[in-house]
């Protein structure tokens, strides 16, 4: 079974699992499916919007593929969500990439 089958099987088992929609996201990008990755990432900050690596790595992905206003936004979020739980280190990841973008 390849990784993405595995992936939403434990979806289908557990709906709610935010690691498992979080490496579907990123097997999905990885495979070249970048939309449906970013369906993903909206799926897993919708159920779970203080999951502060999706945010990132949806701005990540958004900026590889030259959409840099949306990665812009994406970061801003993510910036909002590692404040509201205290992770200085992706807050400061993010601020970083987003001084980068937002010139």
Not at 24 to 45: H, K, S
Not at 46 to 60: I, K, L, S, V
Request: hydrophobic share 40%; net charge negative.
């Amino acid at each position: 079974m390849d990784k993405i089958a595995g992936l939403k099987e434990i979806l289908t088992l557990d709906p709610g699992n935010t690691f498992a929609r979080y490496g579907l996201a990123m097997e999905y990008v990885g495979q070249g499916q970048i939309e449906t990755g970013l369906a993903e990432f909206d799926a897993l900050l919708t159920a779970n919007p203080d999951y502060t690596a999706g945010y990132f790595m949806a701005a990540q992905t958004l900026a590889k593929e030259e959409r840099i206003p949306e990665a812009i936004d994406r970061l801003k979020s993510g910036i909002e969500s590692a404040r509201r739980t205290g992770n200085n280190h992706a807050l400061s990841e993010m601020q970083g990439m987003l001084d980068e973008l937002d010139r």
